[in-house]
């Protein structure tokens, strides 16, 4: 069965073909230089690069995979959450695709999308595992037991942690997005002394984040520091925030696993991409099996709304051409509908 899986739901817009579960092509427009001169994703921009890139994308992946349209069985595209207007993007193009081609069409979410993505990479994963799910939108702990099975045990209680760190690059004045620099930075001088900065809800069985603290404590020490008169001061900021965040990551990503009695662990997401967070996670290989994807499979891409959309569609589950669009379900239960029609 090949699958057309699309990502439009925020600032990159990502086509993957998927056959059998095995990704043939994987194409991501990255809109990063249009935005970092802003500090942040301006949504209006978004969307309208979206609609600008998505039609030549997948032709390119259909050319690139050497099928043609009409080889598609399927079409998988994220319905939520993100940017709407971006969503819609991806989702209407998606819709006239399947209606086209009168094929099946499936809408998957994001967020879960990012859950399954380590399957995609590693053929020794099987189920359950403990899944942390952690980007610019979300910092999610979840378990997962099969692709329909899932129970979330914690979230953020406000910032998620690619935000945080995205807000604390802006406030070092080191544009848009924050994660990748920071990174560097942090790992560039390894005898610089960390600056300790606090971590919030750390009783034993509580699973939630918080990451607002840390950003108004990293925010205080730039304030009173001016990075830039020395160095230093900026590396040393740099490393204490990435452990800081990496910390609180690991440790409640570990205990929920061992309270679950789970031995494999799943992080996924953008801020999945850091080095340190990659680092500290590899201290508890002997303990558990550690599984962390590829960067480029970390940050947004088709290849996983391809690959959970085969994995769905071949279980039978599919999704009306009149499905809406979502833009939040982590904080607002209610979801914040928009037709896509
Ligand atoms: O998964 P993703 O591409 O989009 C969302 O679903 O949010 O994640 C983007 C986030 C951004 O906040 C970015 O700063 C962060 O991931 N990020 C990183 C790294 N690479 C990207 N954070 C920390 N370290 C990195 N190396
Ligand atoms: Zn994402």
């Known amino acids: 069965m090949i699958v057309l899986g699309i990502e439009s739901s925020c600032d990159e817009t990502g086509v993957a073909i998927v056959m059998d579960g095995s990704v043939l092509v994987d194409l991501v427009s990255s809109q990063i230089s249009v935005h970092s001169g802003y500090g942040g994703v301006v949504p209006e921009f978004a969307s309208r690069i979206q609609l600008e890139v998505i039609g030549s994308l997948v032709r390119r992946a259909c050319s690139e995979a050497g099928i043609k349209l009409s080889h598609i069985d399927g079409i998988a595209v994220t319905a939520g959450p993100g940017l709407i207007g971006a969503i819609l993007i991806g989702l209407n193009f998606a819709k006239g695709l399947a209606y086209m081609l009168d094929k099946p069409l499936v809408g998957v979410d994001h967020v879960r999308a990012h859950l399954f993505s380590p399957l995609i990479e590693f053929d020794q994963l099987s189920f359950p595992y403990t899944g942390l799910v952690v980007s610019g939108g ?90 830039g008169a020395d160095p230093d001061v900026l ?63 970390c940050t947004d891409n088709g290849s996983m709304v391809g690959f959970l959309g085969y994995h769905l569609l071949k279980l039978g589950i599919k999704s009306s051409i009149d499905m809406d669009g979502y833009a939040n379900n982590t904080l607002i239960p209610q979801r914040t509908r928009a037709s896509a029609t």
Request: proline share 3%; charged share 25%.
């Open 138 to 227: 979300h910092t999610e702990l979840y378990t997962v037991r099969s692709l329909t099975d899932v129970s979330m045990n914690g979230k953020t209680i406000d910032d998620a942690a690619g935000e945080a760190y995205d807000k604390i690059a802006g406030a070092l004045g080191l544009g848009y997005p924050g994660g990748p620099v920071i990174d560097r930075i942090a790992g560039e001088k390894k005898n610089v002394r960390k600056v300790k900065f606090p971590m919030a809800l750390m009783k034993k069985d509580n699973y939630n984040f918080s990451f607002s603290g840390l950003k108004t404590a990293v925010i205080k020490h730039i304030k009173q520091h001016t990075p």
């Open 235 to 297: 590396y040393s900021i740099a490393a204490g925030f990435q452990e800081a965040v990496a910390g609180v990551l690991v440790k409640k990503t570990v205990s929920l696993a061992r309270y679950k009695r789970m031995k494999r662990i799943t992080v996924s997401g953008g801020v999945a991409a850091n080095s340190g967070l990659r680092e500290m996670f590899s201290r508890f290989k002997d303990e558990f099996e550690i599984y962390i994807p590829s960067v480029n499979l």
